[in-house]
């Protein structure tokens, strides 16, 4: 069976700071990947997605970047936080070709101070 | 470009009262449809989906929804509300690659 994990769970970082934030999918080949931030209040944003290794499409234009590695392996970086990069950062994954269902990790909090 | 809109971003039921929370979609096709729940600091998990076979859905722990086309409608239901029901709901359509999301129903139980 599939699985998809994130880590770390939980990230506090100063303004200013760096980040990188890891997903990767085990049990399927090829997935679609995507990364989205909940702030608070402000429902589910589509940050970024990805259809193969190195092929990203960014939804919003950010501070943040992604980038994919590996086949299974999504990450999501900045060079420099703003406060405004605080919420939670859900990676989710879908199987190519069989419909639009997604699949979620168990997400990441990210606190910048 | 598909829009989903959920109405009452905080929605209080007692335990054991039917819970209703409401969905309706923009698409200029018929969309796949989804219903997803999230606990507090937790990832979304899909309750149920629609994808164009049976209009009545039956999901997980004991939810289901009803699609209506000509009311571009697609609430979720649950006969009887439970403790653990306690959680963030969201409607999604799919299509394009992507899910376009609504604002999420915040529920709380009474008991």
């Known amino acids: 069976s599939q699985t998809i994990h994130q880590w770390p769970a939980t990230l506090v970082q100063p303004v200013g700071s760096p980040l990188s934030l890891e997903c990767t999918v085990e049990?399927?080949?090829?997935?679609?990947l995507y990364w989205y931030r909940q702030a608070a209040g402000r429902g589910l944003q589509l940050l970024f997605y990805?259809?193969?290794?190195?092929?990203i499409s960014s939804e919003v234009p950010q501070n943040l970047s992604a980038s994919r590695p590996q086949d299974r392996q999504f990450i999501l970086s900045s060079k420099k936080l703003l406060l405004s990069d605080s919420g939670f950062y859900l990676c989710?994954?879908?199987?190519?070709?069989?419909?639009?269902?997604?699949?979620f990790g168990p997400g990441t909090r990210l606190t910048v101070l | 470009a598909q829009s989903v809109t959920q109405l009452d971003s905080h929605v209080s039921v007692s335990e054991g009262t039917p819970v209703l929370l409401r969905c309706n979609y923009s698409?200029?096709?018929?969309?796949?449809l989804f219903w997803y729940v999230q606990h507090p600091n937790k990832g979304l998990q899909l309750l149920l989906k629609?994808?164009?076979?049976?209009?009545l859905v039956k999901g997980i722990n004991g939810f289901e929804a009803e699609f209506k086309k000509s009311e571009t409608s697609f609430h979720l239901t649950k006969p009887s509300a439970h403790m653990s029901d306690a959680a963030e709901y969201f409607c999604?359509?799919?299509?394009?690659?992507?899910?376009?999301f609504g604002k999420g129903n915040q529920v709380v139980v009474i008991p």
């Open positions: 989710a994954w879908r199987v190519a070709g069989t419909g639009d269902t997604q699949y």
């Open positions: 049990g399927t080949s090829n997935p679609n």
């Open positions: 990805s259809v193969g290794i190195g092929q």
């Open positions: 698409s200029s096709y018929s969309p796949s």
């Open positions: 629609y994808t164009s076979a049976a209009t």
């Open positions: 999604a359509a799919g299509g394009n690659n992507r899910l376009a």
